[in-house]
């Protein structure tokens, strides 16, 4: 009787770095593709003697949950969480405002130059007094100069395109109305001359990040603030400087606008020869142009006081959570902003939001932009308030997915913060399923993720081992140039860490193992040297990193169907795989969640040939496995050692002879039956069937101390339910190869069953209890009907004769129960074992065939030969 197990790629579940887990198998079945989810959820069910006794295994098979159930995709679709509106609304609302007075006095402007020019100097320019001809000609200049002469290249399109200039150009347009009202706000400090203000620190910063990215910008272009408009004129007619002094002329203009309009309306002394239309025209003219220029230094006030005293920026960015940063960032955006409104119509700029804005960002040309756009999405997706909004944004836009990806293959050295950003962001894209498959989706991706993957040496030659990341440099070796100074840990453990989050979907499995040395890497981190393990002081990255690559290992091997069966071959054909896994396992104490996941590697890698015999060959592998598994103190990794020894063991000569290579196993494993703990119960009966089947000739009498179980699993058969239940049937019809009826009439006794009729009685309410197949026990009925079969062809059963117990079974009415059994059989109690719904290497003989040999023979005189599995 053979089978074979595998683990479904739903079959694995992680609760984030912190560990992976097993539970109960009676929850709600996950889907196929959410390698995690499974887990996680199974979990939450304990185990109890009369319980499911199991976690979520390679032994039954998982259905796909309906597209309804909770998923990986569990983020909110809403906003912010707290119902509150985006804080760049403030901003958007602000340049809104700013716009309506701009545009309002420009308008104002236009109307009192035409009036002036068409009316005043048209048809009275010689009858005006000398008074109020220049002071019409100062007015009609200043503001002609102010409304038409605004340059947009030095000023708006300045402030939206460079951002080293834009606080410079904030401060130096407001500077005269910040000092007046900050004298009327706190006149002693004006009087004393100003003290820095509390917000002296983030302005360092913000300044320390303006010189940043301007050193960052690409050296093939100009830096607009420093280009020269002249030639041979040096720093004079610098832009930056002649947009600081256009600004200047502005409200000098409006100054002096205010002025003049002012005295000449107090005097009202418009003479000359013929004033009956002068006057009117004169006081329309002066009043226009002092609204004019009056709304334009409110504009500037307004300004004055939302940006320099109440501190808008500030308020924004705190609420934002942009870090220290966040003022150059939002000093961009709201000029932006303003730039639209002004451009175009006021309602422009109100249609900005940060998210869309530093996704235009990324996608410029220029280093500077790139780097404030990756900022601002690496600030909103980490943030619990605004991640879920951001990362749909982001991952429903294809050119933004595209361009983050492709900043992971940017390595030049002042790109770095731009790709680490980048990273960042792309792995908590991966971490949704939908945005996931986007990532995955993209030509090269997979690719782009290696590429943040690196082990700091050239890939190993013959007869070395390729060294790890923290591990110490051989002797006269030094890193390549290109990578002294450079901190490659950081984009290592992000690699890894979307590497996991990919692998969640089985398709993304299949691209990661087909992607060219990505296997070998990720492979290559899951190394460590006695001293790192053993090490109390060992940093947590470097933990992590192993911890991440035993992840994205353990999900590899427990993909399901063909892929996974690809993929199982691919991990153990790696040199390096199990002699790494037996590394963590012998020196690994102090990090038991290590030794756990280096144990489901192994359990995985057992569900293929390959996988075993590599195993096998490494030596002390088994041992170490075995010594984890008796442990008694540590239960937890004690069971999934013995789950990766029961798998070891299945269906291979070569693995039960290395399990029984070793001293008093047997003697063990018995004693193990009687543990308290159902989990370790439950793998030692695995362990004991598999050995019993599969062990070759020549321990076959060594295995016969195995009969020693049998009160044990008798007794369980009695009392236990479910997975116990199940195994300890299979074992019971395994131990009876070793005795005859007789025998088997003693031990039943032994194990308090009054006589064989109570034992008839309890297999046929075994059956009656499964009239159908149960996905928690597919194996429950097909080890109840060969232990009939059993006990109608041993010798000597029934007191005398086999023939006792056809007739017990007969009138317990297991005749009518096996021909219920045979109208209901199915695919499901074909298979060994099960990677998610997908059945892994069939038994010898069908069920069906089973069934019908049973019913021949309790139809019969009782003869008939034993049904081989």
């Not at 109307?111 to 001809?133: H, P």
């Not at 500030?314 to 932006?336: I, M, N, T, W």
């Not at 793998?683 to 195995?706: I, M, P, T």
Request: charged share 25%; with cysteine; net charge positive.
């Amino acid at each position: 009787m053979k089978y074979k197990k595998s683990r479904d790629a739903t079959g694995l579940g992680s609760n984030g770095d912190g560990g992976w887990q097993k539970g109960g198998g009676d929850v709600p079945p996950s889907i196929q593709l959410d390698i995690m989810e499974h887990r996680g959820a199974a979990a939450t069910t304990g185990l109890g003697t009369g319980g499911t006794a199991g976690s979520a295994s390679f032994f039954e098979p998982w259905r796909e949950r309906t597209p309804g159930s909770s998923g990986s995709g569990r983020g909110s679709s809403g906003g912010g969480g707290d119902g509150r509106e985006p804080p760049e609304k403030r901003l958007t609302l602000f340049a809104l405002r700013l716009a309506v007075l701009e545009k309002a006095a420009s308008g104002l402007g236009k109307l009192d130059f035409v009036w002036a020019t068409v009316v005043l100097l048209g048809g009275f320019a010689s009858t005006l007094s000398i008074t109020d001809f220049w002071c019409v000609t100062v007015i009609l200049v200043g503001e002609g100069a102010r409304v038409f002469g605004r340059s947009h290249e030095l000023e708006w399109q300045q402030h939206a395109t460079q951002t080293s200039t834009a606080g410079g150009a904030l401060r130096s347009s407001s500077r005269f109305f910040r000092h007046i009202v900050h004298a009327l706000v706190d006149p002693a400090a004006a009087a004393a001359g100003g003290r820095r203000n509390d917000d002296d620190d983030a302005r360092a910063r913000a300044a320390l990040f303006q010189r940043q990215i301007v050193a960052f910008m690409r050296r093939r272009a100009w830096h607009a603030p420093d280009v020269s408009l002249l030639p041979y004129t040096g720093w004079v007619f610098v832009s930056r400087k002649i947009g600081r002094l256009l600004n200047w002329m502005q409200v000098l203009s409006a100054l002096a606008c205010v002025v003049l309009s002012v005295m000449r309306l107090w005097k009202q002394d418009f003479g000359g020869r013929d004033s009956r239309n002068m006057r009117p025209a004169l006081l329309l003219f002066y009043t226009l142009a002092l609204v004019e220029a009056s709304l334009f230094l409110f504009e500037k006030a307004y300004w004055t006081w939302k940006v320099s005293v109440c501190k808008l920026l500030h308020q924004v960015s705190a609420e934002c959570e942009l870090g220290p940063y966040g003022l150059v960032s939002l000093k961009r955006f709201f000029y932006d902003a303003y730039s639209r409104c002004i451009a175009g119509s006021i309602f422009d700029g109100i249609k900005m939001d940060l998210v869309t804005f530093a996704e235009d960002l990324i996608l410029s040309d220029f280093l500077d932009e790139q780097i404030i756009g990756v900022r601002i999405l690496q600030q909103f997706a980490n943030s619990e308030r605004s991640a879920s909004d951001t990362l749909r944004k982001v991952g429903t836009t294809p050119r933004s997915i595209d361009r983050l990806v492709e900043m992971l293959n940017w390595k030049r050295t002042e790109e770095d913060e731009v790709r680490l950003c980048a990273a960042e962001i792309v792995s908590k894209l991966a971490s949704k399923r939908q945005n996931a498959l986007r990532v995955s989706g993209i030509p090269g991706a997979i690719e782009s993720v290696t590429s943040l993957l690196y082990t700091a040496t050239s890939p190993p030659v013959s007869g070395t081992h390729p060294q790890l990341p923290g591990a110490p440099a051989e002797h006269g070796a030094s890193p390549p140039a290109a990578s002294r100074g450079y901190d490659h840990l950081q984009f290592n453990l992000l690699g890894l860490l979307i590497l996991k989050r990919l692998a969640r979907d089985h398709d993304n499995c299949g691209k990661i193992g087909n992607a060219r040395g990505l296997l070998a890497k990720v492979i290559n981190f899951t190394q460590a040297s006695r001293a790192l393990l053993q090490n109390p002081h060992v940093t947590d990255s470097q933990v992590r990193a192993m911890k991440r690559a035993l992840k994205v290992v353990k999900m590899l091997v427990s993909t399901t169907g063909s892929t996974g069966k690809a993929l199982r071959e691919s991990v153990a054909e790696n040199v390096f795989t199990v002699s790494n896994l037996r590394g963590i396992l012998r020196y690994g104490q102090q990090h038991r969640e290590l030794q756990k996941l280096a144990t489901d590697v192994l359990t995985g890698l057992a569900m293929h040939d390959s996988g075993k015999e590599a195993i096998v060959a490494t030596g002390g592998v088994v041992k170490l496995l075995l010594s984890i598994f008796f442990n008694v103190q540590d239960t937890e990794l004690g069971r999934e050692a013995g789950e990766a020894l029961a798998m070891l063991a299945l269906e291979s000569e070569a693995g039960c002879a290395a399990i029984l290579r070793q001293t008093d196993v047997l003697d063990q494993l018995v004693s193990a039956l009687q543990d308290g703990d159902a989990r370790r119960r439950l793998n030692a009966a695995r362990v004991l069937r598999n050995l019993c089947a599969y062990s070759g000739q020549q321990q076959r009498e060594r295995l016969r101390v195995v009969t020693k179980a049998l009160p044990a699993v008798l007794n369980a058969t009695k009392v236990d339910k479910d997975r116990i239940l199940e195994v300890s049937v299979g074992l019971s019809t395994e131990i009876c190869q070793f005795i005859d009826g007789e025998q088997f009439a003693a031990e039943l006794r032994g194990a308090g069953v009054a006589d064989e009729r109570a034992y008839v009685e309890l297999l046929a309410s075994i059956l009656k209890q499964y009239r159908y197949p149960d996905i928690r026990v597919p194996r429950m009925r097909r080890f109840v009907v060969q232990q009939v079969i059993w006990l109608m062809t041993s010798s000597g059963g029934g007191g005398d004769h086999s023939g006792g117990y056809v007739q017990l079974l007969r009138e317990v009415g297991m005749k009518r129960l096996l021909e219920s059994i045979a109208d209901t059989t199915s695919e499901l109690e074909c298979y060994h074992v099960f990677s998610g719904s997908v059945g892994i290497s069939k038994h010898r003989e069908s069920f069906s065939a089973i069934v019908d040999s049973a019913l021949e023979l309790i139809a019969g005189s009782g003869d008939g030969a034993r049904a081989e599995d």
